[in-house]
């Protein structure tokens, strides 16, 4: 089961690993997420990363394959991933070929207006990395990670004028992805036009479905 999920930021592709990761007994794994981890060492790597992110712009790929080889080859991956954030453009995604075979392509994708409100409210937990949003996944206190108890905050990469650098990069670097693995017959695309705490049901009853094949598509979830 490895599984690839691709979509634009803030389209929640993050939050529904985080789902199907529990439903599938698989590991999710976040570049962004191993990247933040590199930043907080505070090493020398993780200083130059830093300054890339926060300008929205991607990690050089021998760094991202580099963490990718050595998460993928460890014991709780035998039986399959999640991956979110990764391949983010043509090269990583012919690296990827080269160390592993993917089995699905999950594209997330949600209409505009969704997508904005989506990125104007979410939150992070600044020690765990957990995600939440103000009006969508709200902690259960206000400004506190419900899973460790950590600061909520914005990620700096979220304000919006570094948003639309990302969203640029989205688009001329990752989202010809979509049609690399449509050529290949490995995408399904998924549409999820609602709050994820009212459909969380539904989201893992249909990607679990339609991995099953019980079903050829995912029909759209409103
Ligand atoms: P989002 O999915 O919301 O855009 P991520 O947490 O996946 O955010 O990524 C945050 C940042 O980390 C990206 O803007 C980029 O700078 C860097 N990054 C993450 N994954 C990759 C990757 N595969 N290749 C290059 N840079 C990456």
Redesign the pocket.
Known sequence: MRLLFLGM??VG??TYATIMKEALGIPHI????M??EEVSKGSELGERINK??LE??????EI?IELIKKRITQDDCKDGFIL??????ED?AKQLQELTEIRKVLHFKADDEVIIERASGRLMCSDCQAGFHKTGKRPKEEGVCDECGGELMQRE?DRPDRFQK?LD??REKTAPLIDFYDRQGLLVEVVINKGIDEIRDKVVTSIKDYLEGKTDTIEEIR
Do not use: C
């Open positions: 930021p803030n592709k993050g976040s570049t962004g997420e990247l933040r890339i992110m929205g712009g991607l990690v050089p790929d991202i979110d954030g990764f391949p983010r453009n990583q990469d990302r990069v989205y």
